[in-house]
């Protein structure tokens, strides 16, 4: 899930954020991450805790709350497919020196992630890539360091923040905590991918070590969340240079965060590892929405009925991937507004699924002892309370301005 995280959220979002607002944002990524982290943290806890995934735990509590995430899913899933394909692409064009157009790398990539899904060889390019990943998360840290020892740009003393509250500032600040460190749907997926792991591996383990695994993710997803929007302020915020609209634009301008605090001796070492931290999101989110598609199917057919999931599951790894090509031919090099629209979509879901989670984690299929503790139940509670909060915010900006 870390390795699906660090992906727009960061390299885009956090960046932009640093970039356009300097640290006056630094409050809402510490707070999407610290009231999300339940609802997260309650799909590796339910697997655990039953051996199911959370699609039948939906559909055992009630065919509303299979319903609220069917429609939340099919809702989402071309944009958050299309958001996370078209950065990947623009790095692609960065890495190779071929800058084809955006569709034209979106399919080249979607058509690659089909043939290592299909094949099932992504096991063996998942451990490379969370190498690499761990390459970028130093690297950033370490642009960070040199950043504040004053490399690169330095804000003129006249600049100003654009005002969070207005519509384009409330409008953005939604779009940053709705994939910040990634959307709470994330946890239907996180269980799917823990239940089959126990099945592979034949080993069931202990609460305490899931739970070490998923914090040491979660937590290093967001400090690395708070290193992209401390790069994004000490480089770019006061320069002068407006965050690229375009998928090309964005791609030079995050190599150049690199190039500018390390030297220009980084930027293949840096291109690389972007890419491959960004292939691993594509990946992950290509394979994702299928197998959430497959398990759905599973819980609404009538009892008795037998479905090929193998064959499903190839025939949705087709048909998703080729509805996000056709919306990213709509939309076109609309780099900005689709980013927006995949953040600012997931946001507003988030807290009906809050609940739906809040809900699931306590039914009484969950024994006791894997049931969440009282702090954790109240933060679960106040991440309802500011999910709505923020939900309410943004809608009433945009109703009323």
Same mark, same amino acid.
């Given at each position: 899930? #870390?390795?699906?995280?660090?992906?727009?959220?960061?390299?885009?979002?956090?960046?932009?954020?640093?970039?356009?607002?300097?640290? $006056?944002?630094?409050?809402?990524?510490?707070?999407?991450?610290? @009231?999300?982290?339940? @609802?997260?943290?309650?799909? *590796?806890?339910?697997?655990?805790?039953?051996?199911?995934?959370?699609?039948?735990?939906?559909?055992?509590?009630?065919?509303? $709350?299979?319903?609220? @995430?069917?429609? =939340?899913?099919?809702?989402?899933?071309?944009?958050?497919?299309?958001?996370?394909?078209?950065?990947?692409?623009?790095?692609?064009?960065? %890495?190779?020196?071929?800058?084809?157009?955006?569709?034209?790398?979106?399919?080249?990539?979607?058509?690659?992630?089909? %043939?290592? !899904?299909?094949?099932?060889?992504?096991?063996?390019?998942?451990?490379?890539?969370?190498?690499? +990943?761990?390459?970028? /998360?130093?690297?950033?840290?370490?642009? +960070?360091?040199?950043? =504040?020892?004053?490399?690169?740009?330095?804000?003129? *003393?006249?600049?100003?923040?654009?005002?969070?509250?207005?519509?384009?500032?409330?409008?953005?600040?939604?779009? !940053?905590?709705?994939? &910040?460190?990634?959307?709470?749907? #994330?946890?239907?997926?996180?269980?799917?991918?823990?239940?089959?792991?126990?099945?592979?591996?034949?080993?069931?383990?202990?609460?305490?070590?899931?739970?070490?695994?998923?914090?040491?993710?979660?937590?290093?997803? /967001?400090?690395?969340?708070?290193?992209? %929007?401390?790069?994004? #302020?000490?480089? &770019?915020?006061?320069?002068?240079?407006?965050?690229?609209?375009?998928?090309?634009?964005?791609?030079?301008? =995050?190599?150049?965060?690199?190039?500018?605090?390390?030297?220009?001796?980084?930027?293949?070492?840096?291109?690389?590892?972007? =890419?491959?931290?960004?292939?691993?999101?594509?990946?992950?989110?290509?394979?994702?929405? *299928?197998?959430?598609?497959?398990?759905?199917?599973?819980?609404?057919?009538?009892?008795?009925?037998?479905?090929?999931?193998?064959?499903?599951?190839?025939?949705?790894?087709?048909?998703?991937?080729?509805?996000?090509?056709?919306?990213? &031919?709509?939309?076109?090099?609309?780099?900005?507004?689709?980013?927006?629209?995949?953040?600012?979509?997931?946001?507003?879901?988030?807290?009906?699924?809050?609940?739906?989670?809040?809900?699931?984690?306590?039914?009484?299929?969950? *024994?006791?002892?894997?049931?969440?503790?009282?702090?954790?139940?109240?933060?679960?509670?106040?991440?309802?309370?500011?999910?709505?909060?923020?939900?309410?915010?943004?809608?009433?900006?945009?109703?009323?301005?």
């Amino acid at each position: 899930m #870390a390795a699906a995280a660090i992906g727009v959220s960061h390299l885009v979002q956090s960046t932009r954020a640093g970039a356009e607002f300097g640290f $006056a944002l630094v409050w809402a990524v510490v707070l999407a991450n610290i @009231f999300k982290y339940p @609802f997260l943290e309650y799909g *590796p806890r339910y697997a655990l805790a039953t051996g199911k995934n959370m699609v039948e735990g939906y559909a055992r509590m009630g065919k509303w $709350a299979l319903w609220i @995430f069917i429609v =939340f899913t099919v809702c989402t899933m071309f944009a958050v497919h299309a958001a996370v394909t078209m950065v990947t692409a623009s790095l692609a064009g960065n %890495l190779t020196g071929l800058h084809l157009p955006v569709i034209a790398w979106s399919s080249l990539i979607l058509f690659v992630s089909i %043939l290592y !899904l299909v094949r099932n060889t992504y096991a063996l390019l998942d451990k490379a890539i969370k190498v690499l +990943m761990v390459i970028l /998360a130093f690297s950033t840290i370490a642009a +960070m360091v040199l950043a =504040f020892l004053n490399v690169g740009y330095e804000a003129k *003393p006249d600049i100003l923040a654009p005002e969070v509250w207005t519509v384009s500032g409330v409008a953005f600040l939604i779009a !940053l905590m709705g994939w &910040m460190p990634i959307p709470i749907d #994330a946890a239907a997926w996180q269980s799917i991918w823990s239940v089959e792991r126990m099945k592979q591996t034949g080993y069931k383990p202990k609460l305490k070590e899931v739970l070490f695994d998923f914090n040491l993710g979660y937590i290093g997803a /967001a400090l690395i969340a708070l290193a992209f %929007l401390t790069l994004g #302020a000490l480089v &770019m915020y006061g320069s002068g240079e407006d965050f690229a609209t375009s998928a090309a634009g964005f791609s030079n301008q =995050f190599i150049h965060l690199y190039t500018t605090a390390l030297g220009d001796w980084a930027y293949f070492i840096i291109i690389i590892c972007a =890419f491959t931290t960004m292939l691993s999101t594509t990946l992950t989110v290509t394979d994702t929405y *299928p197998r959430v598609l497959t398990k759905i199917v599973e819980n609404v057919q009538q009892p008795g009925s037998k479905t090929d999931i193998k064959a499903l599951y190839a025939y949705l790894l087709v048909g998703v991937s080729a509805g996000t090509l056709v919306l990213l &031919m709509i939309l076109g090099d609309r780099f900005r507004f689709l980013i927006d629209l995949a953040t600012t979509l997931s946001f507003l879901a988030a807290p009906v699924l809050a609940f739906m989670n809040h809900k699931l984690i306590h039914q009484p299929e969950v *024994p006791v002892q894997y049931q969440p503790g009282r702090w954790l139940y109240w933060l679960s509670f106040s991440g309802i309370i500011f999910l709505t909060i923020f939900a309410l915010i943004y809608l009433y900006w945009m109703i009323l301005y």
